[in-house]
Structures are given as structure tokens and as C-alpha cells.
């Protein structure tokens, strides 16, 4: 799959998944839920202040056309809500609405009826850029503040099964930093040179990763030439890994601001995938999320 045309395509041929939505009292979320539903993408459950659910589709004309509502007007309790109708098996995964992204996960994570899987929980951004030949994956801008080198194992291969189920087999995995040559006093240089040997020696499996590359090699091969790096992800990277979260979080909204990237983010790493976007991302955005999550149930 090589556009987000081709994730919505392939999200309405597959069985229909239930999305449950934790807070759902909030405009863009319902209208993209209701999209959503229209194309036949996904069937929904809304947990929240079901007055403000129905005064929004009024205002905006919307119809809940086989979309239950759960009504609960505390935001901690729609996401214990929301996280309990998965772990039943009532619905098959969770969108964060109008609350807290810490209140969502406290619940996922909860022992007594989480969805804790894996150690390492971390959000990936999926972008289409105009100027990039492909869709690129950034991770990880959302979750992980200062990622320890076992971390960065974890968050590589979250977005590994992301890739996989979107049909790259073995995706290029760049490992950025400031600079494309190994420097004792860079923490990050190390842990890319790290990470890249880990790869060929099979200890991080289903991908190619090279790094340290800074972000011009990672995405244009001329300047990878420029430089004289000779590497298969130099210039053709699917994954971006970044060293933290600042990086990660301005080179996302750099590419939504600047470049006008189409997007869609999702957190992996727990028994089914979260739905998380900024509350700034436009409807089609989250249209984008809900089919990717979808397609990774």
C-alpha cells in the first residue's frame, strides 16, 4: 500500500471491525466516526456525554445510523469504559476523544482488565508527503520522551508490524541524528550504530536499518551521494526513527504544516491498536487513523 487511498480501499474489503471511541463528545471526532461508518470502514460504539453527542449531530446534521451510545459524562470513566468493551470482546479497538492521552492509556495499561502486551507502548505517524515517493513512517513523536537504546528496539518494531500489515516486507529503517558519522559524545550516533548492527546480525528482525543518517540522507539520495554514504536506506527510508520526542513532534508537525502532509498516527505495542491524533488534526486525518487501526486489529 503506497497512499492512504490504499489503506481506506483495502479497510472497506476486510471484515468490519468495532471501534469504540473514549470521550466521544467532540465535533471532529464524531463526524469522522460517522464518516467512517458511511464507508463502510468500521462500525462504532461512542462512550461519552451522549446530551453533547446529539447536540453536535444536530448542529452539524449528522445521523448515528447504527452507532450505539454509551452515555458516561466522566472522561476517566469513558476510557475504563472504552478499554473494558475491548477486553470483552465487544469492540476491537479505542480512539481517544476529548480527553487526556495519559487517561486513556492509565486504563489500557490498568493489570486488572488492561490491554498491556508488549514493554514498550509508542505512537507512529504514517505521512503522505507530495515531495516523497512513498509513505514514510515517523516514530516515535508521541509517547516515549527520551528513549533508552532497549526502548528504541521496541518502538523499531512496533512500526516493523505497522509496515507488515501495510505489505512492506522489509522496511527501511533510518535511525536519525545530527550528523551521519559515529561520535563518542553523541549518545544517539551510538545507539544507531548499535541498532544497525543488532539488524544484521538478526537480533531486529523483518528490516534494514542504517544510521546514524541525518535527515537530508535519510530521505534524498542526492544528498546521500553528496556526502558519499552508500547505504540501501540512504535516500529511500520507510521508517524515521527519532532520538526523542522533540525532534519527533516538530518534524511531524513540520510535515503537516509546512509540506502539507496527509497523516494518520497510531499507538502500538498493546493487545489492539489506539487511535491517536492531535485534537488539531482535521476530520480526514482521523478518517486516515480509524482505517489504519482497522487494518491492524
Do not use: W
Not at 178 to 201: F, G, P, Q, Y
Amino acid at each position: 500500500m503506497r497512499s492512504f487511498e490504499d489503506i481506506m480501499v483495502k479497510a472497506q474489503q476486510g471484515d468490519k471491525k468495532t471501534l469504540v471511541v473514549a470521550a466521544a463528545h467532540d465535533e471532529v471526532v464524531i463526524k469522522a466516526i460517522v464518516e467512517s461508518v458511511k464507508l463502510n470502514v468500521i462500525n462504532a460504539i461512542l462512550v461519552g456525554n451522549e446530551e453533547k453527542i446529539l447536540e453536535i449531530c444536530k448542529k452539524e446534521n449528522l445521523e448515528l445510523n447504527n452507532i450505539e451510545i454509551i452515555n458516561e459524562k466522566d472522561n476517566v470513566e469513558c476510557a475504563k469504559m472504552a478499554v473494558k468493551l475491548v477486553s470483552s470482546g465487544k469492540a476491537d479497538f479505542i480512539m481517544k476523544g476529548m480527553l487526556n492521552t495519559s487517561d486513556i492509556l492509565r486504563q489500557v495499561l490498568n493489570k486488572e482488565y488492561g490491554l498491556r502486551k508488549e514493554k514498550v507502548l509508542s505512537h507512529t505517524m504514517l505521512y503522505s508527503v507530495s515531495t516523497y515517493h512513498k509513505l514514510l513512517f515517523l516514530t516515535d513523536g508521541g509517547m516515549i520522551l527520551n528513549p533508552t537504546l532497549e526502548e528504541k528496539i521496541s518502538i523499531i518494531n512496533n512500526a516493523v508490524f505497522l509496515a507488515n500489515k501495510l505489505g512492506i516486507e522489509k522496511p527501511k529503517v533510518a535511525v536519525l541524528a545530527a550528523v551521519e558519522n559515529v561520535n563518542v559524545a553523541m549518545e544517539n550516533t551510538l545507539d544507531a550504530a548499535s541498532l544497525t548492527v543488532m539488524c544484521k546480525r538478526n537480533q531486529i528482525k523483518n528490516c534494514i536499518i542504517d544510521g546514524p543518517l541525518a535527515l537530508d540522507n535519510a530521505i534524498s539520495i542526492e544528498a546521500a551521494k553528496h556526502k558519499g554514504i552508500t547505504s540501501e536506506v540512504a535516500g529511500d527510508a520507510d521508517i524515521l526513527l527519532v532520538p526523542n520526542i522533540e525532534v519527533g513532534n516538530a518534524l511531524g508537525k513540520a510535515l503537516s504544516y509546512f509540506a502539507k502532509a496527509e497523516n494518520a498516527g497510531v499507538i502500538m505495542g498493546a493487545k489492539c491498536p489506539i487511535v491517536l491524533v492531535s485534537r488539531a488534526d482535521s476530520e480526514k486525518s482521523k478518517i486516515y487513523s480509524i482505517a489504519l487501526g482497522s487494518l491492524l486489529c
